[in-house]
């Protein structure tokens, strides 16, 4: 079987990180947790497909964040390093 093609994007949002930005973990004792990115008036709130249970998928993804919000975070950390950011 050949690979399935991935789709492309519609759309594109740029949400630009600054003093306004932050990120937070909400944990619930009867829910799954919310992660809410807030860009100034702009809030994005990721979730699972279901509240009250976790998929493998949703273990897989969440990993895969993680993962890369820490590339990213190498990433910015690298170039304030050079002092190419102020």
Do not use: W
């Not at 519609?10 to 004792?29: C, E, F, R, W």
Request: with cysteine.
């Amino acid at each position: 079987m050949g690979r399935r093609a991935q789709a492309r994007p519609t759309g594109v949002i740029t949400l630009n990180t600054g003093s306004g930005a932050d990120a937070k973990n909400h944990a619930y004792p009867l829910r799954t947790p919310v992660l809410a990115l807030a860009f100034g008036l702009v809030q994005v709130q990721v979730t699972t497909g279901s509240p009250d249970r976790v998929t493998a998928a949703d273990v897989e993804f969440a990993r895969k964040l993680a993962q890369q919000a820490q590339d990213f975070a190498r990433c910015v950390e690298r170039i304030h390093r050079r002092g190419v950011a102020a």
